[in-house]
């Protein structure tokens, strides 16, 4: 099992950036794909972004696309959301995930991730 720890949320005005880490712990990092995803109060949570676990691969949905980038650095055990140009649409509480399924690699469904963090406040005022 994998333990998920995000941080780096906060304040920011509109067109301001923040990056979000996600550090994780217990088993192998590599054996897990990877995602973000984002819950505004009211709203459904949203797949936001994925990676494939060599890093090699990534998937940004359509309204972050060209302004959030997912990495990960698998000797540091930490996934990253870079958010560049931020939109007061885009303030929710993010949640990094993970899962092992067998014969997946670009996940981009809710519910084939396993394990999740607590989530980290991001607020952008206009």
């Known amino acids: 099992q994998v333990q998920l720890a995000e941080s780096g949320g906060g304040l920011v005005q509109a067109g301001g950036s923040l990056r979000l880490s996600c550090a994780a712990s217990?088993?192998?990092?590599?054996?897990?794909?990877m995602g973000w995803l984002r819950q505004a109060p009211g709203k459904e949570r949203e797949f936001v972004a994925a990676?494939?676990?060599?890093?090699?691969?990534?998937y940004h949905v359509d309204s972050v696309k060209g302004r959030f980038t997912i990495s990960r650095d698998n000797a540091k055990n930490t996934v990253y959301l870079q958010m560049n140009s931020l939109k007061p649409e885009d303030t929710a509480v993010y949640y990094c995930?993970?899962?092992?399924?067998?014969?997946?690699?670009?996940?981009?469904?809710?519910?084939?991730?396993?394990?999740w963090g607590q989530g980290t406040q991001v607020t952008v005022s206009s």
């Open positions: 217990g088993r192998t990092f590599s054996r897990y794909y």
């Open positions: 990676i494939t676990k060599s890093g090699a691969s990534t």
């Open positions: 995930a993970a899962g092992d399924l067998p014969g997946r690699a670009l996940v981009v469904r809710n519910d084939e991730y396993e394990y």
